[in-house]
């Protein structure tokens, strides 16, 4: 019922193999192969449908692919509880009646087993987990009450509860400011020294350039790669986004399609 | 004090009382993940639908009321079930393909009940439930079955509040999602089939959501909204008896117009206190 494989060690903690996702005929991701190992954060970066969301959701095994595999340590990611899925915040019902402890807590619930309750251990897993993201503080307001740097943070709080080693994360920074983003991006700096694999799906390019060991530029298939300096490319970019680029002042390159909610550049 | 007393001298309406209570209670906690859930329109349809169910066992049965129940759960479970995989399955709307089902099995319910000649009397206890008429079998059957439905609840509290809230947070936890949301159908469905004789298949709606919706209002904690939610469906069944005994309303009616107030209260002083 709550299935916990033991992780092969010698093998990379996610390895995707010629990935291809299709609804109806139409193709969100196709031959679609990286690996990644412990502890690398990766943005992923594309235009708008480029199939961002659903290379996470495939890789939480939450999608079924249409073809291809993922793997987790060697094994199909049905069988592990170690992935933190982080959702879109607009995803969310922010009236729904729990604290942010409880939904820390809920992070648990495959650690707890069925007819278990949360015992001391829980609490102190969870504990930890709200001092680790600085929001103890707020362990028992109402989620509604939360601000978006907030309810990011206790999200990522819940995945840290969870035991996740792979964090995915959906547009963690979409509509935040920048003060708020500062401290995600801070906080996934942490991660990285307690070896947490973290995956972001991201617009924003010079974030991603600045902030992560890797990047992967997707738009439905991987247009490249690898460390920043080698995947920002101009001729990568364009590949990618078409003719929706532009540069800024500074030397950077903007997609612009996506740029509405990007106050910092 | 005699006021209070007077109706209770009568042993239908000591059994009424307890029916209501008890049902009321089971409704109003099963109602606070329906509340949640949006899943109202499923619980109203799934109401409706047992309606063949019970007309045939009336027919078999031949008028009898006592093996109505099993009817009702027999009929309740399954549709829970069917409607939940044409829903998942459906070409078309969700909500449009619950609409048809209940109204066609509503249509099939009224059609058998109409072959017998009392068909009038017989219809409306159907639809809006007949609480004093519950016998102490009935009230054993009640406590059974709603403590069954909220021990399991209770067993998979965590399983289901983490469904509830997060989807793929439950699948990522590998949580068998599928198998709880055909168990929350399958509470839902007992919970109907329990409630049958207190307020009927047209009014059934009223008790699952309207206490859970009241307590929604006045707070924002879960334990606590099906604490509320249950205080506020047992107050309005012992009101809702009273009035129904002192103004010889029906009584279902009165049941479920003293929840309706009790909402109407609580949704003005959340929209003074927001002020």
Redesign the interface.
């Known amino acids: 019922?709550?299935?916990n494989v033991p992780h092969k060690h010698d093998q990379p903690i996610l390895d995707v193999s010629h990935l291809a996702v299709r609804y109806n005929g139409h193709v969100a991701l196709e031959d679609v192969t990286f690996h990644l190992h412990a502890g690398e954060r990766v943005a992923v970066v594309g235009p708008n449908g480029a199939g961002k969301s659903t290379l996470i959701?495939a890789i939480?095994?939450?999608l079924q692919p249409s073809s291809g595999d993922v793997n987790i340590y060697g094994s199909h990611p049905?069988?592990?509880?170690c992935?933190?899925?982080i959702?879109q915040r607009s995803q969310?019902?922010w009236?729904?009646?729990?604290?942010v402890a409880?939904?820390v807590?809920?992070?648990r619930?495959?650690k707890?087993g069925?007819?278990n309750?949360?015992r001391k251990k829980d609490w102190d897993f969870v504990n930890h987990a709200l001092e680790t993201v600085e929001i103890a503080d707020l362990a028992s307001r109402?989620i509604?009450q939360l601000s978006g740097g907030q309810q990011q943070r206790m999200f990522i709080a819940?995945a840290i509860a969870?035991e996740s080693e792979l964090m995915l994360m959906d547009e963690p920074l979409t509509g935040l400011d920048a003060p708020s983003q500062d401290g995600i991006l801070n906080l996934l700096d942490r991660l990285k020294q307690e070896k947490v694999t973290v995956i972001v799906a991201t617009h924003d390019l010079d974030q991603a350039a600045s902030h992560f060991d890797r990047i992967l530029l997707l738009n439905h298939r991987i247009v490249a790669f690898g460390v920043p300096q080698d995947v920002m490319q101009t001729n990568n970019l364009i590949q990618a986004y078409g003719g929706r680029l532009r540069s800024t002042e500074n030397g950077n390159v903007l997609a612009v399609d996506d740029c509405c909610d990007n106050e910092h550049v | 004090m005699s006021f209070l007393l007077a109706p209770l001298q009568y042993e239908f309406m000591q059994r009424g009382m307890i029916a209501a209570v008890l049902v009321g209670i089971v409704c109003a906690i099963v109602g606070t993940f329906v509340v949640l859930r949006g899943m109202a329109f499923f619980g109203d349809a799934l109401a409706h639908t047992i309606l063949p169910g019970i007309a045939l066992g009336y027919l078999v049965s031949g008028g009898a009321r006592e093996p109505l129940f099993w009817w009702a759960l027999g009929t309740a479970v399954v549709a829970s079930l069917g409607i939940g995989a044409i829903s998942k399955n459906s070409q078309i709307k969700e909500d449009t393909a619950i609409g048809i089902i209940f109204a066609g099995m509503f249509a099939l319910g009224i059609a058998l009940i109409s072959t017998v000649r009392s068909y009038a009397v017989d219809l409306s206890h159907f639809l809006f439930g007949d609480v004093l008429s519950v016998s102490t079998q009935s009230l054993w059957l009640i406590l059974l079955f709603g403590g069954l439905v909220l021990f399991t609840l209770l067993a998979f509290y965590k399983e289901f509040t983490t469904l509830s809230f997060d989807p793929i947070l439950a699948a990522t936890l590998r949580l068998p999602v599928d198998l709880l949301n055909n168990l929350l159908l399958v509470l839902i469905a007992v919970t109907v089939a329990v409630s049958l004789q207190t307020v009927g298949v047209a009014l059934m709606v009223a008790m699952l959501v309207t206490p859970a919706a009241t307590a929604y209002l006045l707070t924002k904690r879960l334990p606590r909204m099906m604490l509320l939610a249950a205080i506020f469906a047992s107050l309005s069944g012992v009101i809702g008896l009273y009035l129904s005994y002192y103004l010889s309303i029906a009584s279902g009616a009165a049941i479920v117009l003293t929840a309706t107030f009790f909402f109407i209260l609580a949704f003005g002083w959340k929209r003074m206190m927001s002020r």
Request: no cysteine; proline share 13%.
């Open positions: 019922m709550y299935p959701k939480a095994g939450v049905d069988k592990h509880v992935i933190g899925y959702p969310v019902d009236n729904f009646p729990v604290m409880d939904v807590m809920m992070g619930s495959a707890l069925p007819f309750w949360p109402q509604s819940r969870q």
